[in-house]
């Protein structure tokens, strides 16, 4: 089968080889799935340098997939022929191959309607939006996670700024705490104000042209969370437009890296974390892609043969919602 691979944890470069199937061990709940497309994350060729343990695995770019069940454990609720998609455990291989495998806990069906290519660009973006709605802004980092009921009493009418709205996790963000009724102030760059506008952001701030200290100087724009996708400046630009006993929150770093000199708010919590794969979640995420209420965002699709072009879009930083590698073109 083709795969794409890092050959290094240092390495910057990929490359395209042919390797074998992998064999699933049903015993460890394990399923072979042909991938149909798959997407990579924002800087995951760095992550095997940063987490040792990772670099002993073989280095296999894209964590979101969809595709089809191909071989599965006789008890689980996935059997052959079963289309799925799923974001997969980072301390495996990922998903730029021809066949991968994926965990029970880690899979979830394919919503209904949705091209292979869109739903591979949901599964780490959506997750990570609900694990901060559902779980860790509420709980302030505490990890409790709240029903769906709960969660609408509990948002509704506070203010999110969100930073990096157009990006993958950006847009689920925007459109599920929408959809909880909460008010959505959104950052993002000037050509992608209309789209965020139309994800649900009451207001949509072009971060090249707000300073953020200067416009929370009115009282009334000040906000009960930030949740941040970007990190660096971003990330500290926002700790001025936060209320006493508000929440910073960053899906990139921890936010007190950053806070800047000068800031005096009060009773601030600053929360960090890293998703986890849940399949409960991702299927809560299908009903509601399934109903209309959300929907993910593909920026680009790209075949495999054309893995560098892909990263280098990736990391320009300039992405409007997710990239994808669909597997059955220039095949």
């Known amino acids: 089968m083709r795969s794409i691979i890092q050959p290094t944890a240092s390495s910057k470069t990929l490359n395209l080889i042919n390797s074998h199937i992998p064999t699933p061990n049903h015993a460890q709940g394990e399923h072979l799935i042909q991938i149909k497309a798959c997407s990579p994350c924002a800087g995951e060729l760095l992550w095997p340098a940063n987490f040792p343990p990772l670099a002993a695995r073989t280095l296999i770019p894209c964590p979101d997939m969809a595709g089809i069940v191909t071989s599965a454990p006789e008890d ?155 990190g660096g400046k971003a990330l500290g630009d926002t700790w001025w437009t936060v209320k006493d006993g508000g929440v910073v929150l960053s899906i990139y770093q921890p936010p007190l890296q950053v806070c800047p000199d000068g800031f005096k708010g009060d009773s601030i919590t600053d929360v960090f974390f890293v998703m986890q794969p849940v399949r409960r979640q991702l299927e809560e995420i299908s009903k509601l892609i399934e109903e209309g209420v959300c929907r993910g965002l593909v920026d680009s699709v790209w075949p495999l043969e054309q893995y560098e072009e892909a990263f280098n879009r990736l990391d320009g930083g300039l992405t409007k919602g997710k990239i994808v590698f669909d597997l059955s073109l220039n095949h």
């Open 76 to 230: 689980s609720p996935f059997q052959p022929g079963d289309e799925v998609y799923a974001r997969t455990n980072y301390v495996r291989p990922g998903n730029a191959r021809e066949y991968s495998i994926a965990v029970t806990d880690e899979l979830a069906h394919k919503p209904k309607g949705l091209s292979w290519v869109q739903a591979a660009a949901v599964p780490v973006s959506a997750e990570t939006a609900w694990q901060v709605l559902f779980v860790h802004a509420l709980a302030k980092g505490n990890g409790e996670e709240i029903d769906m009921e709960a969660a609408k009493l509990a948002w509704n009418g506070k203010r999110v700024l969100v930073s990096g709205a157009s990006g993958g996790v950006g847009v689920w963000l925007v459109q599920l705490a929408t959809f909880l009724g909460a008010e959505v102030v959104a950052t993002c760059g000037s050509r992608n104000v209309e789209l965020v506008r139309s994800l649900g952001a009451k207001e949509v701030l072009d971060y090249r042209v707000v300073d953020l200290k200067e416009w929370a100087q009115l009282s009334a724009n000040k906000v009960d969370f930030v949740v941040d996708c970007v």
